[in-house]
């Protein structure tokens, strides 16, 4: 098995004198990947396409994973869908360089660990739910309402009269 760190290493130095308008697709299906000590992703697939330009090498990256994390309602383990779609220059010259500052590296190795990193954690969700009608946790209880119902009764209580019900729990 290759290394972890080199799987999304790629040697592009054949493009580097093509002509303008050659391209390389480079294919993707990792069964585990460490992006590092806290981030590991399963089932990483996906294609990168380089195209020669004038300014330098155009990448295309589509890239989907999964990744075990926590529904924020009811606390249970689920594989989250993450999905990638970018593109960016590695430029030839500063001159040529982007915002992104990236520049062919002069061994032409390309590695796109750090922007795959990057675009899959824009891709997590800040709220992760198992499942959009996910009922929660009982407030009561604790209960997973996903998994059976609890039957406490609950007190209805128009939230502007919350501060006068705790007047009258004070006496």
Known sequence: MPNSTDQLRLNVGFL???????????LFDIPVFHLDSE???????????FTRIAQGLLA??????????????????????LKIDFTELYAFSPNSITD??????????I??????REYMLLDVPINPLCSQDC???????????NE???????????PRLSVLKSLLEKK
Do not use: W, Y
């Open 16 to 26: 580097i004198n093509q002509s303008v308008g050659s391209s390389r697709e480079f």
């Open 39 to 49: 981030f590991h992703l399963t089932n990483l697939g996906g294609m990168a396409k």
């Open 60 to 81: 295309q990256v589509k890239m989907q994973a999964t990744l075990q994390t926590e529904c924020v309602r009811c606390l249970t383990d689920f594989q989250q869908e």
């Open 100 to 109: 992104s500052e990236l520049l062919v590296p002069e061994n032409a190795q």
């Open 111 to 116: 590695n796109l660990r750090p922007l795959v």
């Open 135 to 145: 009922k929660g946790l009982c407030s009561i209880c604790g209960q997973n309402l």
């Open 148 to 158: 059976s119902t609890c039957h406490h009764e609950v007190e209805a209580v128009d």
